[in-house]
């Protein structure tokens, strides 16, 4: 059955598995009450005219809050105070949640505690093996993102054998790379895609299901490569430069609907260059999204 995962974000960080108890008989285990995994709350506004009612004029999706309730169960008392401290060291930072599934996969939120993490004592511990506790997490994101990541990929195509098969190695250039994506988006909120394009070529554009347009009108050089992530709005590329100037002006990052969609992509003065022995290097567009749901059971 899925299990929850806490961990830290940091290079080396703890991790915990919240079902420790259950399967070890120590550790911690998170236990029946947990609240804030279902539908985020939200801000709605409305506009009152003179007449009856309102119009609704929007919305505005809220940080999640999770009650976690835990039970710290220890050998003795010792081992209680490590488990203590190393929950208290993970509390400190920026946390991941995971629902982990049966085949390995998870959906995942960013956490950071707010409050909670108290005790009674004599009530809830007496410091000799255990203690329970309620700890509340906030996430800034309120959506839960798939571990995996679906990744599409347009390129110039390959040049196929002619009748003089060497003249296939011979480099050979094509001046657009053009191609259609199918959106799979299993999930039951919208997906960002995150754009990646390998030189050479120029003037990327992206136009999604809906007709919004991306549009980058910069240059890159032959192995040059270019990340357009629209979760961030950020536009670097391979050494760390910021070419979000190189949009056209008013752009849209666009994201991925629910169910099987189709956007298009192209890229300007592509090119596909043939090596020996057949080793295909060249331009070419990668698309790359995870799903997301709004809440997980």
Known sequence: MPRLQLES???GGDVFN?????HRGLGIQALSGVTGLGLPNVAVQWVEGAGDGATFRGRRVLPR???LPLLFQGRNREHLKTLLSRFALLMAGECVMRLVEDDGTDWSTIVHRVGGGSYVYGQDTIGEDDLFTVVTLRAGDPYWTSSRAIRKSISRGNTKPGFLRHL???PVSS????GTITFENVGDAVAYPLWELRGPGRDFRAISPRGERLHWTGRLQPGERLVIDTRHGTVIDGQGRNRYAELAPA???WTVPTGTTTATASLEDAAVLRKPPSLGVGSLITCTWRPRRWLVI
């Open 175 to 178: 001046s657009q790379a053009i």
């Open 18 to 22: 919240l079902d420790e108890v259950l």
């Open 168 to 170: 296939a190695r011979m």
């Open 9 to 11: 974000t940091a290079a």
């Open 251 to 253: 752009p849209r990052f």
């Open 65 to 67: 809050e999770i009650d």
